[in-house]
């Protein structure tokens, strides 16, 4: 069945760098995405990543794969406090399921 | 386009109430999520549907719980009876089938008194 697993707590200073990792199931995973929830809000999707690549930079954004571990991670450069929020990964295999989400806590 | 739109935003009821949840799709999607968040089970996909058509609805707690598509672009899930064990932030989703790339409503607080 599908499960996907992230660490619940992430705190880092401001200006470092965060790494979000992800553990997910389901090899047949078409896509895999990351989405950023701020308090009182929906979910916003940040950035994905096709199960056929291995990295994706966006910005301060970037992603990588290991589909032979079914490992996902999520790096943010120069984290900033308007990143604090929770992130969530979710894979899609004609349904989306997410992870229970990291809250990202940045401290000036 | 103006975003996935759900309807309330927040919905206060006594137990025992129907209550409809509402949601519209972003023009073009195919494919549309309900997720209930509460903080114990975070985000649960309650059902999802293509094309009009739901594909999975193991997720809907029990016969209480029902979703339709009356057309290509609005959703609804209803609750009746409701109870306070409902008390959760539905949110909906669409996306197109071939990416799955969903967007979501800014979702509805329900709370069940």
């Known amino acids: 069945g599908e499960d996907v697993e992230q660490s619940l707590f992430l705190s880092v200073r401001e200006g470092d760098s965060s790494v979000i990792n992800c553990t997910y199931t389901?090899?047949?995973?078409?896509?895999l995405y990351w989405y950023k929830q701020e308090p009182g809000a929906g979910l916003q999707l940040l950035t994905y990543?096709?199960?056929?690549?291995d990295m994706k930079q966006d910005q301060r954004l970037t992603v990588l794969l290991n589909k032979k571990d079914k490992h996902l991670s999520l790096r943010i450069a120069d984290t900033q406090t308007g990143d604090s929020a929770i992130y969530f990964c979710?894979?899609?295999?004609?349904?989306?399921?997410f992870g229970q989400g990291t809250t990202l806590q940045v401290k000036p | 386009d103006a975003g996935v739109i759900q309807s309330p935003r927040h919905e206060v009821t006594e137990m025992g109430q129907e209550v409809t949840l509402r949601c519209k799709l972003i023009?073009?999607?195919?494919?549309l999520f309900w997720y209930r968040q509460t903080m114990m089970r975070g985000l649960e996909l309650l059902i999802y549907?293509?094309?009009?058509?739901?594909?999975?609805d193991s997720g809907m707690p029990e016969d209480r719980f029902s979703a339709k598509m009356p057309n290509a672009s609005f959703s609804t899930l209803k609750i009746q009876p409701s109870e306070p064990r409902d008390s959760a932030v539905y949110f909906c989703?669409?996306?197109?089938?071939?990416?799955?790339?969903?967007?979501f409503g800014q979702g509805t607080r329900l709370t069940v008194v």
């Open positions: 549907f293509n094309n009009n058509v739901p594909i999975d």
């Open positions: 989703a669409s996306s197109s089938s071939s990416t799955g790339r969903a967007f």
């Open positions: 979710a894979e899609y295999t004609g349904k989306l399921i």
């Open positions: 990543i096709f199960s056929n690549m």
């Open positions: 023009s073009g999607h195919n494919s």
């Open positions: 389901d090899s047949s995973s078409t896509y």
